[in-house]
């Protein structure tokens, strides 16, 4: 398999994880998402996701795009150790909590919504800011209830699901961004708990090669 992303990109970010931690073996292809102009915007890489975002899948002669979907591919290539409870609502409240961050919180602070305001709405760096911090805090407010609902040492219980998959990522960008996370404490636990797991060492941003190129 071939992984194209952006070592800074969530989406990738959770792909990556979700590969460690079924023990995938793959190839990363860096996509630059800033450098001249935006790499994810050049023919070549349209040909793979006309749409020009990160992640694509290449396995063999079929290619996926969409991180959620190139993760439900993997869950049903490899089944172990999964990544969806078997029991239908355990399944379900995976699923939800999983939007909550990869639908609701990260599309609208993404790479391109956020040069959109600062670029042809003219927003100011500080109400940029502001944006991202609004809806952290937005999102984490109820997503922090949920866990006392559902929640162990992971989201849903105590075994890594698509739903830590999909936490990590917005932590990271949440603390990137300056994000006074300290009214969420489940979300902190968890978050630190994963990190320290190795599928979850090998993803992290840092650790990629295209890491602050």
Not at 133 to 143: G, I, L, N, P, S
Not at 164 to 188: E, H, M
Request: charged share 20%; with cysteine.
């Amino acid at each position: 398999m071939i992984l194209h992303g952006y070592w800074r990109s969530s989406a990738s970010y959770r792909t990556r994880i979700a590969l460690q931690v079924k023990g995938i073996d793959y190839e990363y292809a860096p996509v630059h998402l800033v450098k001249d102009g935006g790499e994810q915007k050049t023919a070549a890489y349209r040909q793979l996701n006309p749409a020009g975002l990160v992640p694509t899948l290449v396995d063999g002669d079929f290619r996926l795009n969409q991180s959620l979907a190139i993760i439900e591919y993997l869950e049903s290539v490899q089944p172990e150790p999964a990544l969806i409870p078997k029991d239908p609502k355990q399944a379900a409240i995976v699923r939800m909590l999983a939007l909550d961050m990869a639908a609701d919180l990260q599309p609208i602070t993404n790479l391109r919504v956020l040069q959109y305001l600062t670029g042809t709405l003219e927003v100011s760096d500080s109400e940029r800011l502001d944006w991202i911090h609004h809806w952290v805090k937005v999102t984490f407010a109820a997503f922090e209830q949920r866990l006392h609902a559902y929640a162990g040492r992971c989201c849903v219980g105590d075994t890594v699901s698509l739903a830590d998959i999909c936490l990590v990522p917005q932590v990271y960008n949440a603390q990137r961004f300056g994000v006074d996370l300290s009214s969420f404490p489940k979300v902190l636990a968890i978050n630190d708990h994963l990190q320290g797991l190795p599928a979850f060492v090998a993803a992290r941003p840092e650790a990629q090669p295209d890491a602050d190129s």
